[in-house]
């Protein structure tokens, strides 16, 4: 069974950082690239970064750019995406997801989210 699981989330004031995880299971991991996505409320689901676990190739979203860092622990199958110098922009859910598709274009396999609340 795939699982994609993610943690971290919470509550952070501007300026401050977050730690984002994601565990994954019961695929082959090195196969795979796996992103972080986000949705907030009434707005469209939003890639924001991705890995590509053969390789460690990243891509970023603009937004993000500079401030977010993706990173994989292919002997953990864990994916990390450290958040910096949050805004309240940032707020969302965030969710982790698994393709075979470059640059996390289409995803496969989805976790259930961990919510990033931002305050100003």
């Known amino acids: 069974e795939v699982q994609l699981v993610e943690s971290g989330g919470g509550l952070v004031q501007a300026g401050g950082s977050l730690r984002l995880s994601c565990a994954a299971s019961g695929f082959t991991f090195d196969d795979y690239y796996v992103g972080w996505f986000r949705q907030a409320p009434g707005k469209e689901r939003e890639r924001v970064s991705c890995?590509?676990?053969?390789?460690?190739?990243?891509y970023y979203a603009d937004s993000v750019k500079g401030r977010f860092t993706i990173s994989s622990d292919n002997a953990k199958n864990t994916v990390i995406l450290q958040m910096n110098s949050l805004k309240p922009e940032d707020t969302a859910v965030y969710y982790c997801?698994?393709?075979?598709?470059?640059?996390?274009?289409?995803?496969?396999?989805w976790g259930k989210g961990t919510l990033v609340t931002v305050s100003s």
């Open positions: 890995i590509s676990s053969s390789d460690g190739r990243t």
């Open positions: 997801a698994a393709g075979v598709v470059p640059r996390c274009s289409v995803m496969d396999y």
